[in-house]
């Protein structure tokens, strides 16, 4: 606008004054250039990080043919009044709770699929959920006509994908079996459309009845045949379902590996798995004389392996403060928004980001210890899945000290909050000011948790197996006049 404007003549014997600078009004360029800067977006996300609040609950109480209870409702019952004992005496003692393992939206956020620990696989319909609090009021006794598929099994389950070339396909696993069990939400039976088995190891030195469980599951987004599974004996299995039922690679690591979790990079050519001792190993399928997905038992070499307490100790305001140790990996996760930005959460509460094209932490929160505030430290040592925010780079964990979440900010650039890099001294004032990390608390301990890929939504599961949803409160405006 200042080429348009025409300076004022100078007075006599002086010389013409430079017309003065103005501020460019951020929101009129993001409309005018038709996109949107990344830290234009780093900054507003301030004011969605403090909009977040729990509106919403839904119990697990649910039946099995409209009169049985299943087990999730029985176990979340007696915990429950085990609590209230408790919480009323001066008893030390905490029980085993059970809950919600993992939760996923489908990629177009129609449904949201969970899992308990107590057996149960349940697909809920989320804008059934969202209308149930936002729309008219409407009475569910036994709140069973808010879910589209609820299945009571007679093993745990521990993680749960949806199949992203068939969204009627949910995949699931036990860490009491060594099977991935597939579900159509089509067919409202408890017994699995198809399971696949992990047959003969090639490596059966690693094989152990005590560690035959798999921990995590993934499907590789271009094609819905191929799935990659975590176990605990040390080794990432892949089954191709175009040809075998039983797997058909083994990822190998060093025999006291026991992986947590598995992830695909975006291309689906990088394998990264976590595990126990705190250790990130990293596999490249396109390594061996031929191609990973279609020979059997082709051998692919691991790429590399890196020790995450390792990489902290480098972290020199961290290693002055802390006594670094080595922490089991829980969960790892990459940032849709940013593909080289790999999040971790440690055992201990800690989270942060490794880039995986240096191979450094750029990123870290380090909330209080469950030992310090005084908390049930048997909570603290139960799975967490945290989730990223999809457009945002806002990382949401529970917390294993609180009753809540924290929304983390993990901006890929100094200006995070989260970063190691960060400076006090540059933090500005007003509507500049970036964004920061915000606990959101809740009405229950959170396990894990999923954001709706459209909307700012997030569903929390929780330990007693209940959905817990946070998004922004609404409020509505009435006409004060008459």
Known sequence: MDKFLVPAPPHCGEEPAPPPRRHRWRRIIAE?????????????????????????????????????????????????????????????????????SAIEFDRKGIYIASVTLSGCLTVHDFETLYCSKYGPPC???????????????????????????????????????????????????????????????????L?????????????????????FASGLDGAVYMWDRRSSKTHCLELVASPEAQFNTVKLTVDNRTVFGATKNGTIHVWDLRGGRASA???????????????????????????????????????????????????????????????????NVTHLHCPPPAWLEGTDLVLQKQLRK??????????????????GIYLLDFHPDTSSACHVDYKE???????????????????????????????????????????LMLSQKYKSIRNPEP
């Not at 994908?161 to 408890?190: H, K, M």
């Open 293 to 359: 997905a279609f020979q059997s038992h082709n051998e692919v070499q691991q790429l590399m392996s890196v020790k995450l307490s390792t990489l902290l100790g480098k972290i020199a305001s961290l290693k002055e403060q802390s006594n670094i140790v080595s922490s089991p990996i829980l969960s790892i996760d990459f940032n849709p928004s940013c593909s080289y930005q790999l999040a971790f959460h440690l055992d201990d509460g800690w989270s942060g980001v490794l880039n995986v094209n240096n191979l």
């Open 139 to 205: 009475s569910m006794p036994d709140e069973s006509s808010n879910y589209v598929l609820h299945i009571s099994n007679r093993i745990p389950l521990n993680a749960v994908r949806w199949n992203p070339g068939n969204q009627d396909e949910i995949a699931c696993t036990s860490n009491q079996s060594d099977n991935v069990f597939l579900f159509d939400i089509g067919y409202v039976s408890s017994t699995p459309t198809e399971v696949l088995h992990k047959g003969k190891s090639k490596f059966p030195s």
């Open 425 to 467: 001294e540059t933090r500005v004032s007003g509507e500049n000011q970036p964004a920061g990390n915000k606990f959101v608390p809740l009405s229950q301990r959170v396990l894990s948790c999923a954001a709706h890929p459209l909307s700012h939504t997030i569903i929390a599961g929780t330990q007693f197996s209940s959905l």
């Open 207 to 227: 094989y152990s009845e005590s560690c035959k469980s798999l921990t995590d599951i993934t499907f590789t987004s271009d094609d819905k045949s191929r799935i």
């Open 32 to 100: 005018l250039d038709g996109r949107i800067d990344s830290r234009f977006q780093h900054r507003d996300s301030r004011l969605l990080l403090d909009s977040f609040t729990e509106v919403g609950a839904f119990d697990h109480k649910y039946y099995i043919h409209g009169e049985e209870r299943c087990r999730t409702y029985v176990y979340c019952d007696c915990f429950y009044q085990v609590d209230r004992i408790i919480s009323a005496s001066t008893i030390n003692f905490h029980p085993v709770r059970e809950g919600v």
């Open 386 to 403: 945290p989730t990223w925010l999809l457009t945002s780079s806002i990382y949401a964990v529970g917390s294993s000290s609180y009753d």
